[in-house]
């Protein structure tokens, strides 16, 4: 049953923490990305990455960090420097990041600071 | 700036009437545009995916249209059910070549009252 996974669906932390999405996908696609969700907005891009041990910042990244150690995992950690983290994030992939080739969403988690 | 908007914002109809959402994107130089379908709190699934050079996609009950000169699309939904209910987005994928990067709308919420 291939996808996109990610956990928790649901966070919460108090503000000054740090805290880390996951995303895991089976799909064997080199091409994962995050997405920054707000009520009532599209779709925001945070960072993405196009294959293992390389990842760009996309139109939001301030305040977010990334890693790709490994193809089926890329974590997104909100750092204490995110002034608005309250957010609905989800993760997606692709086969490559060529236009060509179609994005697959995960579940979301969202995430609440207090 | 690619950006991309969705007319209404939110939309309420009876069940069994036909319908159109709007999106309009200022960059005509898109590569393709993808409709997605977003429940409460959940991932997007995408519903339909018009390549640049095609001017309409169908799929069951749906029918999305694409004028690209003019940078709009519709999607067209016939005898609407209340399971229909969700918020709709659409998003542009540009013409380069490096980075698959969506640009989204943000959103219509439909409301099918049974």
């Known amino acids: 049953d291939g996808g996109i996974t990610q956990s928790p669906k649901y966070l919460f932390r108090k503000e000054g923490q740090n805290v880390t999405l996951s995303c895991e996908q089976n799909l064997n696609h080199d091409a994962m990305y995050w997405y920054r969700q707000d009520p009532g907005q599209g779709l925001r891009l945070i960072y993405y990455?196009?294959?293992?041990?390389?990842?760009q910042k996309g139109d939001i990244a301030e305040g977010y960090s990334v890693s790709r150690e490994k193809k089926e995992s890329f974590p997104l950690t909100v750092t204490s420097a995110q002034k608005n983290p309250t957010a609905f994030y989800l993760c997606?992939?692709?086969?490559?990041?060529?236009?060509?080739?179609?994005?697959?969403f995960g579940p979301g988690t969202r995430l609440t600071v207090t | 700036k690619q950006e991309v908007t969705q007319i209404p914002a939110a939309l309420s109809v009876p069940e069994g009437e036909n319908l159109v959402l709007n999106c309009s994107f200022t960059?005509?130089?898109?590569?393709?545009l993808q409709w997605f379908r977003q429940d409460p709190g959940k991932g997007l699934t995408s519903l339909l995916l018009?390549?640049?050079?095609?001017r309409e996609q169908t799929s069951g009950r749906l029918n999305a249209s694409l004028d690209k000169s003019s940078g709009r699309s519709t999607l067209y939904i016939a005898a609407s059910q209340p399971g229909d209910s969700a918020t709709y987005l659409c998003?542009?994928?540009?013409?380069?070549?490096?980075?698959?990067?969506?640009?989204f709308g943000e959103g219509t919420q439909l409301t099918v009252n049974p």
């Open positions: 018009i390549q640049s050079s095609q």
């Open positions: 990455s196009q294959i293992v041990n390389d990842f």
């Open positions: 997606a992939s692709s086969r490559t990041v060529a236009v060509s080739y179609e994005q697959y």
């Open positions: 960059d005509s130089a898109i590569y393709n």
């Open positions: 998003a542009v994928r540009p013409q380069e070549t490096s980075g698959s990067r969506l640009t």
